[in-house]
């Protein structure tokens, strides 16, 4: 196990609403990355978090947003949820300093989310 | 085009089999590469990383060919728990911290 925790496990929504999803970073661990993952499909990049900023963003829209606590927990919220959202969501953890990246990156278990 | 491509198969071999899988890269900045297994709605799991020289751990080699943009990895004597999808996964290059690209995936089906 890597010590990455992600909730809930599962959830369903309708169109429309808003959703959050949280994740805990592997002990030792200050940064988050968030993936979204369809079905038959490689995770693509959502956004990452160190410092409790975001450092780093990929091709999704602003309803995507998210936050990273001092503890270095995370959350991802997304607005105005579309059918299209439907997929699973992770959560990576890895340790970031300010001249050494690591790329090494430890998943959760994911949150499956379910857009109606 | 697609940052990182493979084949998404399936493969299927027989116990035993040798089987190789290859994945290509467009961005020629990326610096870190891997491989990651996931198995059915699962996580992905960190299999191995890449370096240029080539490394091997145990069954599994990984080689990495940067000036074809060409990452490989082969699995030896394959058993029924190999039985998963192996994703090829670069960084985002140079200036793009922690983004990690990951391609389609290719399953693996060992059969008894």
């Known amino acids: 196990e890597t010590g990455v925790t992600q909730s809930p496990t599962h959830l369903i929504k309708t169109r429309g609403q808003q959703v959050t999803l949280r994740c805990s970073s592997q002990s030792g661990h200050n940064t988050v990355s968030w993936y979204q993952q369809a079905l038959g499909q490689g995770p693509q990049f959502i956004f990452q978090?160190?410092?409790?900023?975001?450092?780093g963003r990929g091709n999704f829209p602003p309803r995507f947003s998210g936050l990273q606590f001092p503890n270095y927990s995370s959350e991802l919220n997304v607005n105005a949820l579309e059918l299209d959202d439907s997929a699973l969501y992770l959560c990576?953890?890895?340790?970031?300093?300010?001249?050494?990246?690591?790329?090494?990156?430890?998943f959760g278990p994911g949150t499956r989310l379910t857009v109606l | 085009r697609k940052e990182v491509e493979q084949d998404p198969g399936p493969f299927n071999v027989p116990e035993g089999a040798t089987v190789a899988f290859n994945c290509t890269y467009s961005n020629s900045a990326s610096q870190s590469f891997f491989w990651y297994r996931q198995d059915c709605r699962k996580e992905p799991k960190l299999l191995m990383s890449?370096?240029?020289s080539g490394n091997e751990d145990g069954r599994f080699t990984a080689q990495l060919n940067r000036a074809s943009q060409y990452i490989s990895l082969l699995i030896r004597d394959s058993k029924l728990s190999d039985s998963a999808t192996y994703l090829c996964?670069?960084?985002?290059?140079?200036?793009?911290?922690?983004?990690?690209?990951f391609g389609q995936g290719t399953t693996l089906q060992v059969k008894p």
């Open positions: 890449v370096y240029s």
């Open positions: 996964v670069v960084n985002g290059g140079s200036g793009n911290t922690g983004k990690l690209i």
């Open positions: 978090y160190y410092r409790e900023e975001e450092n």
């Open positions: 990576a953890s890895s340790q970031e300093s300010g001249t050494v990246r690591t790329d090494t990156q430890y």
